[in-house]
């Protein structure tokens, strides 16, 4: 058989997903549609032939007609409220500028709200029969912002630095891309190599990929955010490379300054963008807001277009106008990941510390009554294919096991434990009364009283920072696939190569590891995901990462979005990313 070509009009990770859970027996899963023959033209593609499970017509936002653009507001600024942003770089990115990034420093795919991929940088790709080789056919008019043409060894020169957690501080591509599936990968990741050998520029525009195996969702790795490249000229010139709005880029926004030291964050058009759909919206403000008290005024006065909020104080905005949310369509995990630094070094220690707490009357009383079915009892979460509930092993709140675990710990008793400090790692109420009620239990069911917490940064603990044994952070589901998540929470949190994902600094991991994990995850990655014994390894899998109690659990939760009236053609995929960017506008108002 020839080599397939595919042009990217139609790939879901939505049938996939559909497919593993029938295949692995979920309660709930309807049994899997006769497969059909489906052929599908979009603008400016090939015919594609693929097989899917039911006849799909994917239709593209439209652009503002003349009639609606006798509307549009005089300004196309776009004012945007969140968290905090960081530096914005592909390979680095894991938090707030996910929203912009990929229209900054295009990936070779761009994926919708139902994980359809279309064509971005790249304008098709082809599979060698085996699914070890793509090859990916980058579009000829692709240029920089300075005219230069863009070329695949620019993407390998870039992907062999961000894998490199030496080169690449506090990056999280070798995290959460799954690219080690990629020949010389893993040597790139764990130091003992220093080329990406399975990636070959066969010529300027054409790049190919030979895999360490048939990985069934290669090509939807190739839509993640941080895989798009900048140019390395512009990389080597520091961590900030960024900021001042210099670096070159090959989207249709640019960069006028993203610096994390002024806190100023200002997006504007590409003037030498090369594709053939134009942007409306000029400008793009983005305003970092640590307190979501002080973003809540801001949007209700209308200071605002769009926001993004983490804390409950978004249930007020949602009683009186639910219009204005866009939920990602998979849940993020927002956790407590733990360092192996004394006296959480011991699992016993670890152990005792999860018993002790009433993880449901917490969650209840952190938010309020309002996330009371969204409990954290596991990593999967329940949208995901393979979720099991009750899955954590021991997992429970008793405290004569808590007391057990602790006289079974090296330490022995409460008394002799060092402090444990716990890191909010944010100004959020419902996070800050969690590792308040967490310290409560631990005092009241473990006679534990020497505890320090302190919300913001991790840097808020100064010279002890690096003493810090608990510290909040979140996890999603940007690939929404079982075998991604798991890999996103071991390389994250527990990996010996991962990096410190609260704090940023390259870390020897948390001190938390189990090889056992990494190779049930490595053999995963490249199994079918419609085999029959494909959801019980992801389970077996995920509980002997939890059996290591690397974390404590708060919800499953969805990002949210909120626009106003006068924002059209809003929307977001599981990964945050703002696709309709090229179609968004405001009208007056």
Known sequence: MSMRTRQIAL?????????????????????PAEPVIQTVVVEQTVVVEQVVERPVVQTPTPMPTAEVKEELAADQTLTYVSRNFNRLDPASEGGFGRFIISHVWMPFFLRDNQNNLQPWLATGYEVNDDGT????????????????????????DYWTYGLDPKRCEGCYLAAFSGFDVIVGAKEIIDGTGT??????????????????GPDPIFINRLALFDTGFAKMEDVEKG????????????????????????GRYEIVQNPNWWGDKKPTLTRIVALPAPDENVSFVMWQNNEVDAAQFLTNIRESIRAETPDVFTPIPYA?????????IEPLDDINVRKALAYAVDWDAAVAAAWENSRNDRVMTGILTPELACYKEGNWPDWGFDVEKAKAALAASKYGSADKLPKIRINTNGQSPNYIRMAEIMAEQWKTNLGITDVEIKPGPIDSFGQEADLVQVRRSSAGAIIPDPVSFL???????????????????????????????????????????????????????????????????????????????????????????????????????
Not at 11 to 31: D, E, K, W
Not at 133 to 154: C, H, L, M, R
Not at 332 to 340: G, I, Q, W
Request: charged content about 20%.
């Open 11 to 31: 790939i879901t990770l939505l049938s996939l997903a559909t497919a593993i859970i029938a295949a692995c027996g979920g309660a709930a899963a309807p049994p």
């Open 133 to 156: 080789v793509y090859t990916i056919n980058i579009d000829p008019k692709a240029v920089w912002s300075d005219g230069t043409p863009v070329t695949a060894q620019e993407a390998i």
């Open 195 to 212: 080329a990406l050998t399975g990636a070959v520029a066969k010529d300027e525009k054409t790049l190919e990929l030979t895999l360490i």
């Open 239 to 262: 961590p900030l490379y960024a900021a001042d709005g210099t670096a070159r880029v090959n989207g249709p926004f640019m960069v006028k300054i993203w610096d994390p030291d002024k």
């Open 332 to 340: 993020t995990n927002f956790l407590f990941p733990l360092f192996a």
């Open 487 to 589: 890999s996103g929470h071991y390389n994250s949190f527990m990996s010996k190569t991962s990096s410190d994902a609260v704090s940023g600094a390259v870390a020897a991991g948390s001190g938390i590891s189990d090889d056992e994990v990494g190779a049930m995850l490595d053999e995963l990655k490249l199994m079918k995901r419609d085999d029959p014994a494909f959801c019980e390894k992801v389970q077996a899998a995920e509980a002997k990462l939890l059996g290591n109690y690397y974390m404590f659990p708060m919800i499953w939760d969805k990002f949210e979005y909120l626009t106003k009236p006068w924002v059209k053609n809003f929307n977001a995929n599981v990964d945050n990313n703002w696709y309709t960017l090229l179609d968004m506008y405001i009208v007056k108002h």
